[in-house]
């Protein structure tokens, strides 16, 4: 049996790009099994995982073959009737074969094939050793690497994500023979940079780890991760607050120290006028600094930041943070101000001259088709619809502010804050000022994957009709998604239309409303087209009009809702799968196409319990053979059923039994009632199964024959009423 013995692989390099560290350091460690296996050399990684820092990449393997196992070979030679003359000597096509073998031909094997006997070549050599291997894995490993903007150094041509300083590459306790973009292996690591500026002696791969930690680094991302958790949470806490600890934040500080120790600091009270949101950005985005938010939820004049080293003079990093940070939040509390007095109204009237989209005309152009979207979606969904026009009327003018200007993120979390002061409001009354503030931040609910629809039904309604132009709009301009290209983010706004809908529980017919917005959409284009003739016409002619929308425009033919109701549907399909629908049930339900995406849950929902029923996968079964006949039938089928024509016993009880089952089924479809409506259906089986054990549907008698089709046909109609039951079956 093969000696197992750990392997510890090290590249030390310059600071490594904090956003690409994890990828590369999985991509190494992969590469380096991949490669082991693929050179039969046994692994048992255990609970392994890739090990990093700003400064290095690692791959610590507890248990690794010394050896490579017996390599064995196989090559297939010539038939007997080619290698054999008729006194079966060897022919110069055998001979050959052994010579390009290294062995005389009665060395050779014999071996058996579909085509007849023929000569073999079998041999097996033992396995080399790990070391001797160890370089050409790791030379793979790294070319394999996605490495970010490769960049050379010294005089030589290598490239990698920076410079490569050292390079650790230990068998158990011995030093593998090897080098790395120039860089010999040995047993020497080094330390932190600033608090153990010196090389690090690793006796044996299990010390690595520990020794490290002695050099001040935390090599394991795990260890490290949870100790600025850790720092962080207690200098918050002696701050009087509690942090917050955004996992997008945490993973960047996590690539930037080696060693992390908290620095609590603190700012000017004054700046909490300023929006939270715009202060949290700034210290999260630009600084990698860690926020104090109060019992309430709300922002406190502290934060906390982590130092990667432990410093004698804790009071001057303090300074040094607090110094960096009070210049962004100078400008925020000014981009603020300047923007309460410019005011919303002149806000909104700058939109104007945005430009949205070249063929779809202004951000003024698409608020507008908003507005008129949002007020019928409000109308069928028990939302005032005049608030919900003067919602969407205002949802954009942030755009044109300061603050939104310096801090993209904050579109709609600024225009709340406007909104929710602007004199321009005053008229409507407390609530209601509030709700239209609260709905333009709503509107871009959910923002990221995982995040929560609006909560309001005025939020919900301004992101469905905001969704429903920009996807019309999208289609009509010939935007839509190819490959990785999608500019207008179509896929994720398809996705937060149909989870807006289906989670708020409103049971609108998407195909209706998609229609009104590539309605609107089209005219849009036509307009904007007639302005680019009128532009050059004026341009030669020296004389121009406004444009009309009657104008010719030859723009492009508009989409068809239903594409874009395909669009949406596929978009649900990994919606519903991250919610563990099978495939299978998905594919019944959309077969069906139903118009209302609130009514596609309730069947998907149904379908699910069905399925969990014993007679499903019998009924689904006869469901497709039902399909298939009909199929193959095509209009040999009787227009209704004659009573009279039942001969069978078997096929009067199925008869009965569907009429039954219609009547019994009628009310609960009619309102939604799918699961009831499912589990009357399954009662059917018995009267199935019976039909197609006794009852020969194609029939000599041609009358028979179509009245047992029509018979099928009318039971396939009620079992296909929910969902195509047939998929279950696939």
């Known amino acids: 049996m093969t000696r197992l013995a750990p392997l510890l692989i090290e590249l030390g390099t310059e600071e490594l790009p904090v956003k690409a560290l994890p990828g590369l350091a999985r991509a190494l460690f992969d590469g380096v099994v991949e490669g082991l296996g693929r050179h039969g050399i046994a692994v048992e990684p255990g609970a392994a995982r890739p090990l990093y820092t700003p400064r290095r990449l690692a791959v610590l393997l507890p248990r690794v073959g010394v050896r490579q196992s017996e390599q064995r070979s196989e090559v297939l030679g010539p038939y007997l009737n080619i290698a054999l003359d008729a006194d079966g000597q060897p022919t110069r096509a055998l001979q050959g074969f052994a010579a390009k073998a290294g062995v005389d031909w009665s060395a050779l094997e014999r071996t058996t094939d579909q085509k007849g006997e023929r000569f073999v070549h079998r041999a097996v050599k033992p396995g080399a050793d790990t070391a ?71 006796a044996r791969p299990e010390d690595y780890i520990d020794a490290l930690r002695g ?12 100790r600025i958790v850790e720092e962080v949470t207690r200098a918050a806490h002696a701050a009087g607050g509690a942090a917050r600890i955004e996992p997008g934040n945490l993973e960047e500080v996590n690539c930037l120290v080696e060693w992390p120790e908290a620095v609590t600091c603190s700012f000017e009270p004054e700046y909490l006028a300023v929006p939270q949101e715009a202060l949290v950005a700034t210290m999260e985005a630009n600084q990698k600094f860690f926020p104090v938010l109060g019992p309430d939820g709300r922002l406190r004049e502290h934060f906390v930041g982590i130092a ?73 969904v028990g939302v005032d619809p005049a608030l919900a026009r003067r919602a969407a009327e205002l949802s954009k003018a942030d755009l044109q502010s300061r603050m939104v200007g310096e801090f993209p993120e904050l579109q709609g979390i600024a225009g709340r804050y406007y909104a929710s002061q602007d004199p321009a409001l005053d008229g409507l009354p407390h609530e209601e000022r509030l709700a239209v503030a609260n709905a333009i931040d709503e509107a871009y609910r959910p923002r990221q994957a995982g995040d929560d629809i609006a909560l309001s039904g005025l939020g919900k309604v301004l992101a469905i009709a905001e969704r429903l ?133 309730r069947r998907i929902a149904a379908i699910g ?72 259906l399954a009662r059917l089986r018995p009267q199935v199964d019976a039909f197609f054990d006794a009852v020969m549907v194609n029939d000599e008698d041609p009358a028979l024959r179509r009245n047992r089709l029509a018979l099928l046909r009318r039971l396939g109609d009620r079992l296909g009423s929910v969902a195509a039951i047939e998929q279950l079956s696939t």
């Open 132 to 202: 001797t291997l160890l370089p050409e894995i790791l030379g793979e490993a790294l070319a394999a690497m996605p490495v970010p903007k490769p960049m050379r150094w010294g005089d030589h041509a290598h490239a990698f994500a920076r410079p490569v300083h050292w390079l650790v590459m230990l068998m158990g306790e011995d030093v593998v023979d090897g080098e790395a973009f120039g860089v010999g292996a040995d047993r020497m690591s080094r330390g932190h940079r600033f608090m153990h500026d010196r090389t690090v002696w690793i």
């Open 215 to 226: 050099a001040r680094v935390l090599v394991d991302p795990e260890e490290r991760r949870a």
């Open 308 to 380: 990667n080293i432990l410093s004698r003079d804790q009071a001057e990093v303090r300074k040094g943070y607090e110094r960096v940070i009070r210049p962004r939040f100078a400008d925020a509390r000014f981009f603020f101000v300047e923007d309460m007095k410019q005011g919303m109204a002149s806000m909104n009237a700058g939109l104007r001259n945005v430009t949205y989209q070249q063929k779809l005309g202004s951000v003024a152009d698409k608020v507008a088709r908003v507005a008129a979207l949002a007020e019928a979606v409000a109308a069928r």
């Open 469 to 601: 132009d920009t996807l019309a709009g999208g289609f009509a301009a010939g935007l839509k998604p190819t490959g990785n290209k999608d500019p207008f983010a179509l896929r994720r706004n398809a996705l937060g239309l149909a989870r807006t809908v289906i989670e708020s529980g409103y049971d609108l017919d998407l195909g209706e409303m998609l229609a009104a917005a590539v309605d609107r959409a089209t005219r849009a284009i036509a307009i904007a087209g007639a302005a680019a003739q009128q532009k050059r016409a004026a341009t030669e002619a020296g004389h121009s009009r406004p444009p009309r929308p009657g104008d010719d425009t030859g723009s492009d033919a508009a989409p068809a809702a239903d594409e874009i109701y395909d669009f949406v549907l596929d978009r649900l399909r990994g919606y519903y799968a991250e919610r563990g629908v099978p495939p299978q049930h998905f594919a019944a339900v959309a077969e069906k196409r139903p118009p209302s995406l609130y009514d596609f849950d």
């Open 609 to 680: 319990s069905f399925a969990d029923l014993p007679e499903a996968t019998a009924l689904a079964a006869a469901d497709k053979r039902i399909r298939n006949i009909l199929r193959k039938a095509g209009d040999d089928t009787a227009a209704s059923i004659d009573p009279t024509l039942l001969r069978e016993p078997a096929e009067r009880a199925l008869a009965e039994a569907v009429e039954a089952v219609y009547a019994e089924t009628g009310a609960a479809l009619a309102s939604g009632d799918y699961v009831d409506a499912l589990s009357h």
